[in-house]
């Protein structure tokens, strides 16, 4: 369930940031203030921000490892 003060958080936060901030950028943002807030719900369960931050990263280091680079996709 969306709490109202995080709704409001979050409001406040994008009203404010800078228009050349990438959404990875702002991303990083928000697990900084929101790590342990609900990030994704679905059927399965949730994803708090830190999570989803932990699982950006391993896919990540698996397209690395394959030699993948930035831009490719």
């Not at 969306?2 to 959404?23: K, P």
């Not at 991303?27 to 342990?36: G, N």
């Amino acid at each position: 369930m969306i709490d109202t003060r995080d709704t409001a958080q979050a409001l406040e936060l994008t009203s404010h940031y800078d228009r050349e901030t990438t959404v990875p950028q702002l991303f990083l943002e928000a697990v900084t203030y929101f790590t342990e807030q609900v990030a994704l719900e679905g059927e399965e369960g949730t994803l708090s921000y830190g999570d989803l931050l932990c699982y950006a990263q391993q896919v990540l280091q698996l397209l690395r490892s394959q030699n993948v680079s930035q831009g490719a996709l």
